[in-house]
C-alpha cells in the first residue's frame, strides 16, 4: 500500500488498542496505515511502565515508531472530570493535531472524543481497515486472539465487521 492509499496521516492512541494491537501481532499494521502514530506520556506509562510484564508491554516498548508526544496540560485538565488520565491526555492530544484520527475503545471516552468533534476509531475498526487495504486475508483469527486475551468486544459488532469485510455471511 502505497502513503497515498491512507485514509489519514496521523492516529493518536490508547492504551487499550495498542495494548490489544499488540498482543495479537497486529500492532505493525498503525504505521502502514497511519503516516505517524502519536501517543501521551499517559499512555506510555500506563503500557510499558505500569504495565511492564504484561502482555503487549514490551511489544510496545520496542515500536520505534511510536512517537510520544505531550498534550496541552490545560485541556487535559478539563478532560479528566470525565475520564481517566491516559484517555484524556490522548482527546487533548488528538484536538491539537489538525486532521487526527483518535484510537480509543472505551465507551466513556468514545463519547467524550464525540461530543468535541474528533474521529474515532477502535480495535476492531483498525482490523477492518487493514482487511480493505490488503495488509491481511482474514480477521477473524485476530479477533478470536483478542478474547482469548479476555478482550471485552461487542458480539453485534464483531458480526457487523466480519460481515462487512466478507468473512461471513
Known sequence: ??????????????????????????????????????LPPAVWDEVTIAGQGLPGAEVVRGAGWLKVTKPDPAVVAALTILVGQGEAEAIALAQSVVGSVLLLDDAQARRVAERVGLRRIGTLGILRKAKIAGLLDRIEPLIDQLAHHGIYMSRNLIDAILRDVGERI
Not at 21 to 36: H, K, M
Request: glycine share 2%; net charge negative; aromatic share 2%.
Open 1 to 38: 500500500m502505497t502513503e497515498s492509499a491512507m485514509t489519514e496521516q496521523v492516529v493518536v492512541a490508547d492504551s487499550s488498542p495498542l495494548i490489544a494491537l499488540a498482543v495479537t501481532g497486529a500492532i505493525d499494521l498503525l504505521p502502514q496505515l497511519y503516516r505517524d502514530v502519536l
